[in-house]
């Protein structure tokens, strides 16, 4: 289990992230179109996987639009994921032009927090996942990992970007 905080007062999580060299967990998340995708979608591709509470945040928009500036720069899947209704991320992909990262929602498969060990379990955002940035190379392997300690601050881009090259 994992402590970070939000706004100064103690969250936990339900496990740690994974290891940096493990294998990464799969998962089965919606798209906007309402399809669901695991990792095999982005075979043979790096993967940045920028997890969120919800799109309704400031800080969380904005690590998506701070991704997505970078997105094109990048022979690399940026995956956006948090709990929000693919509309809510079709809606914000729309309005903020965002269009070239994924939009991910975790709707329909609860298991996408537990098993990256983010899911909060307690707090006022309890249910929704912290926020943390893993990136994985092209074969799934975990490459570098950051659980933001403070769910209002961003996270570190410069490193979770480095780990993509």
Do not use: W
Not at 23 to 52: E, M, Q
Not at 101 to 109: A, F, K, N
Not at 113 to 132: F, Q
């Amino acid at each position: 289990m994992a402590k970070v905080t939000f706004t100064r007062n103690p969250i936990h999580t339900n496990g740690e992230l994974p290891k940096v060299g493990s294998a990464a967990p799969d998962f089965s998340l919606t798209k906007t179109d309402l399809d669901n995708v695991s990792l095999a979608a982005y075979a043979g591709k790096k993967k940045l996987l920028n997890i969120f509470p919800s799109l309704d945040t400031g800080i969380c928009a904005m690590s998506v639009k701070k991704f997505n500036e970078q997105a094109k720069k990048l022979n690399a899947a940026l995956l956006m994921i948090s709990a929000d209704l693919p509309f809510a991320h079709n809606r914000f992909c729309t309005a903020e032009h965002t269009g070239d990262v994924v939009h991910l929602s975790s709707m329909h498969d609860r298991h996408f927090g537990k098993d990256y060990g983010v899911l909060m379990e307690d707090g006022p955002l309890a249910g929704l996942c912290a926020r943390s940035v893993v990136v994985l190379d092209e074969n799934n392997k975990v490459k570098y990992t950051e659980l933001v300690p403070e769910i209002v601050q961003e996270p570190n881009y410069e490193a979770a970007l480095a780990a993509l090259k």
